[in-house]
């Protein structure tokens, strides 16, 4: 079956260490995107990209990094620079121009910054 | 980003009761969507919403979208223990924008 996959679902590491965070979808989705959660808000975009090794930043991209080499995948890197990096981080796919069928949410990775 | 605004921001009803969400933009919408997330997992797409007056249904769900297409409700018939999580509104621009959520839980 088609979906998202993030791994992994909980990650724990120390202040001031980068982290990558995964998401492979096998959708065959051109566009793809990552959010952030935090408890009792709404989800907020990070960086989101429409194309193969094109991406643009979302509304709080200040300490993330991405890349897209593949149309697959879509990592995201958060660097020591985030200063409060501790969330639920959500990938999503979706076919730009079809928005009837909204987008596809892989099931998140919980991080954790000791 | 779109700014999406939901009432309420929680909910408790009990089972078999109704009960209605309610997102408003501050913009005109040209797609509202709707989510469901339970705790801790991903989002699940409900509907999507495009013409002014218009409603949609998914089983005990229905979503309306005011013909000024500013505003949408979400209404809930007989609500069950399943129906309960974070329901999420969204505006697509560029990478979807989301209001807070309002968090539903029905009481047995």
């Known amino acids: 079956d088609g979906g998202i996959t993030q791994s992994p679902k909980y990650l724990f590491r120390k202040e001031g260490q980068n982290v990558t965070l995964s998401c492979e979808q096998n959708?065959?989705?051109?566009?793809m995107y990552w959010y952030r959660q935090d408890p009792g808000q709404g989800l907020r975009l990070i960086y989101y990209?429409?194309?193969?090794?094109?991406?643009q930043k979302g509304d709080i991209a200040e300490g993330y990094s991405v890349s897209r080499e593949k149309k697959e995948s879509f990592p995201l890197t958060v660097t020591s620079a985030q200063k409060n990096p501790t969330a639920f981080y959500l990938c999503a796919s979706s076919i730009p121009g079809q928005g009837y069928y909204g987008y596809t949410f892989g099931s998140g990775t919980r991080l954790t910054v000791v | 980003s779109q700014e999406l605004e939901q009432s309420p921001q929680s909910l408790i009803v009990q089972e078999g009761k109704n009960l209605t969400i309610n997102c408003t933009s501050s913009k005109t919408l040209y797609g509202l969507y709707w989510y469901k997330q339970k705790y801790g997992e991903g989002l699940i797409f409900l509907m999507m919403?495009?013409?002014?007056?218009e409603e949609k249904s998914h089983e005990k769900i229905t979503a309306k979208l005011d013909e000024k297409k500013q505003q949408s409700s979400l209404h809930i018939t007989a609500s069950q223990p399943s129906h309960a999580g974070i329901y999420l509104c969204?505006?697509?621009?560029?990478?979807?924008?989301f209001g807070a959520g309002t968090r539903l839980t029905v009481k047995p």
């Open positions: 919403l495009q013409k002014g007056g």
């Open positions: 969204g505006a697509d621009k560029s990478g979807m924008g």
């Open positions: 990209s429409q194309i193969v090794n094109d991406f």
């Open positions: 959708l065959n989705h051109d566009a």
